[in-house]
């Protein structure tokens, strides 16, 4: 089964949840346009949602395939968003923002009832930190919120190269957002909680790609069958 396969076959759980009059959100990213591609036969089929776009990407997508999209000041309370992840623990605690689309994904699943990852088994770790946490920032003083990045995220055992992205052409990846991402090459992340807080006292940072208490369910496709994985109920 190709990895393309195993994406396709996560989103098809996830497609199994959406149900007539939802309002959805729709992450962004090579698994969640497997997923964006499915609503888009069942909106044929005659299913009626509505949906919220987290990049401009996913938006062309998704109007492409005939969904209506909305902004999320037009609906600000969602049912259920479904969204790729670049790792995810036991726990369920994620990182995310390999396509740059960190801080939309974040507001929207914020705004959602649930929200259900979907994924193949690689994206399973035992510690996240292995895939550099992207962190979104803003242009203006750079390298001061570099150096302050770097000096929190130590003091919370967090230590390693912090590089900003750079787009195919050389120059800086610019989010949908007009911010920089610097992808922090931690390694390990063993105190998660400790470093998500730390980070907010940083001015310059807008967003983090740690999405901790954000997930709800996850299906990790694997070439042994779909590995379902959900968050204890709250007491
Ligand atoms: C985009 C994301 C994606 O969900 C994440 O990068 C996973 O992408 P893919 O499904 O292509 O592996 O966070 O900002």
Do not use: W
């Amino acid at each position: 089964m190709t990895t393309d396969a195993l994406k396709s076959a996560a989103a098809a759980e996830a497609i199994a949840l959406v149900e007539n009059g939802m309002k959805l959100g729709l992450g962004t990213g090579s698994t969640a346009k497997h997923f964006i591609d499915l609503l888009g036969a069942k909106v044929k089929a005659g299913l009626d949602v509505v949906c919220v776009a987290t990049s401009k990407q996913t938006e062309v997508q998704a109007r492409s395939l005939g969904i209506r999209v909305v902004t999320l000041d037009e609906e600000p309370y969602l049912d259920l968003t479904v969204d790729g992840a670049d790792e995810i623990d036991s726990e369920l605690r994620l990182i995310k923002g390999g396509g740059g689309a960190l801080l939309r994904e974040k507001i929207v699943a914020a705004a959602s009832e649930r929200m259900v990852v979907i994924a193949d088994t690689t994206k399973k770790v035992k510690v996240i930190g292995k895939f550099p946490l992207p962190i979104e920032v803003v242009p203006f003083g750079l390298k001061a919120t570099h150096a302050m990045i770097e000096a929190l995220a130590a003091e919370a055992g967090c230590k390693g190269a912090i590089l900003q992205r750079k787009a195919k052409d050389g120059s800086a990846f610019v989010t949908d957002n007009g911010n920089f991402i610097l992808d922090c090459g931690f390694g390990r992340i063993d105190e998660p909680e400790e470093l998500a807080e730390v980070l907010t006292l940083v001015p310059g940072m807008v967003e983090h790609g740690l999405f901790i208490g954000y997930c709800d369910l996850a299906f990790l496709a694997g070439t042994n069958g779909v590995e379902r994985l959900e968050s204890e109920p709250d007491v």
